[in-house]
């Protein structure tokens, strides 16, 4: 376990926000560790759209806007202290987006497990997610990616900030 590698798991939303501020709060100080928020994409459902340049458009919008919320989560990390050179962002693109250029790709099972997949690749010690704001009847019924991560993670430390 490398314990100054530390991989933020990010969609954008609020609690997301919340981890890489904490993160930049807790390591922000030290120019030692490796800091990466990776993103996952969730492409919008074909099913949705009446025509495939309607889902790709929108398949593009959100592309576009998940790229600049890593970029600005970087900046935070970044402003709060981190090296340039010690802070980097990820975008795993769906397997399934019309969009998709990379040759690695996430087939779109389990959000969670892709985020271990880069904790494990990537060689990082800890593993950051926000708590998804959800009832605990949705919880149980559907679980949570935070949640998840704190059940499969193995030979990492997982923080959840809420």
């Known amino acids: 376990m490398n314990t100054d590698k530390i991989l933020i798991a990010y969609d954008g939303s609020d609690n997301a926000q919340r981890s890489v501020a904490y993160v930049a709060a807790m390591v922000g ?58 802070v980097g962002t990820r975008f795993v693109e769906s397997c399934r987006s019309p969009l998709r250029e990379a040759t690695e790709c996430s087939i779109g099972t389990s959000i969670a497990l892709e985020v271990l997949r880069l904790a494990e690749e990537g060689g990082y ?38």
């Not at 969730?42 to 790709?56: E, H, M, N, Q, T």
């Not at 919320?69 to 990390?77: E, G, H, Y």
């Not at 950051?128 to 009832?135: A, E, K, M, N, T």
Request: aromatic letters at 6%; hydrophobic letters at 50%; a positive charge.
């Open 29 to 86: 100080h030290d120019g030692t560790r490796q800091v990466d928020v990776a993103a996952i994409e969730r492409p919008a459902d074909r099913d949705l759209f009446a025509d495939d340049a309607a889902w790709k458009a929108e398949c593009q919008r959100r592309n576009a806007a998940m790229r600049d919320a890593l970029a600005q989560a970087r900046a935070m990390l970044v402003a709060a202290g981190i090296p340039d050179g010690k």
């Open 125 to 162: 010690g800890t593993v950051v997610v926000g708590r998804r704001g959800v009832s605990k009847q949705e919880e149980f019924l559907f679980g949570s990616v935070s949640t998840k991560i704190i059940h499969a993670a193995k030979g990492l430390a997982v923080w959840v900030v809420a």
